[in-house]
């Protein structure tokens, strides 16, 4: 076993055998998260991995990864947290004990509140050598814990006036800058980064075919209340999960200037884009110093028409810093 947090997780190699299961609760495991896939399993006959730590007095969590690979979907690790929060010895596993296992304990680790950077120093440390075994399993664990920062903020998310758009006069103003800039209803529209929804609801309400795309199911959450209808799906802005030229205008609203590779994601976002299709930005360079400026953005397209968005109605209140709409 390598140990990370000792006492409460470690990372190893796959089990030698079921008896093996038996020696690790007497070591004082308490808790097993198996990344296997089921043909793995069968490979090394640890079918019965679950029955063996269930006799052996440990709490069992089958979440299969293809080898070198990522998870299809966010894996449910709470409940594993809440055993590592009690004290509980959690060992997570997958065949080698390198890829995929460091990559579930980095995802714990930035559950209990580490960043993706200082998760995998811990397990290298632990493991003394390199983690994870991909660029790819790199990624997915930056992508992991973004979701989770705007998962633990989709409660309040929508109090800020340009957010919920609750304000009948704050929703008109956002309507007036993005439906004259649209193709005729009912053209498709995709909000990336759509947060709660309410970009999104209202093009559906002015009868476009809306879609939105978040990182955050919690966020998506929110969305799927306020608009029932609308196909919201789970994803990363960046590499959007759409076919090319499905769309006649790709939205993106306070999302190119969080990314790790701007450029990239443009050309991701153009190939959604049907022949004289439309990219709109809604972007902004902050008092605070984070986003970007009209220049940089506009330097990223390659060109771009640049409207400043400088009404108070459209952000709630006041607003002394540069945001702006590039369409392109």
Known sequence: ????RPGVLSTMGHPHSLEHIVDLAAAGVEVIVCALTE???????LTDEPDAASDAGIAFHWLPIPDFGVPAAAPDLDPVLGHMRAGRHVVVHCWGGIGRSSLLAGALLVLDGASPEAAWQAISEARERNVPETDEQRAWLTTFAQARFWDARAATFDEDADHGLHDPAVRRAWADVLLPRLPPAPAAVVDLGCGTGS???LLAEAGYHAS?????ERML?????KAPGIDFRQGDASNPPYPPGSFDVVLARHVLWALPDPAAALDRWRALLKPNGRLILIEGRWSTGAGLTAAECV?????GDVH???DPTLWGREITDERYLVQS
Do not use: K
Not at 1 to 4: G, P, S, V
Not at 39 to 45: F, G, N, R, V
Not at 212 to 216: E, T, V
Not at 299 to 303: D, S
């Open 212 to 216: 939105g795309l978040d990182l955050s």
């Open 221 to 225: 959450a929110v969305a799927r209340t």
């Open 299 to 303: 330097a990223l397209l390659g060109e």
């Open 199 to 201: 970009l999104t609801a």
């Open 308 to 310: 400043p968005l400088t």
């Open 39 to 45: 043909t793995e399993l069968a490979e090394l006959d």
């Open 1 to 4: 076993m390598y140990t990370i």
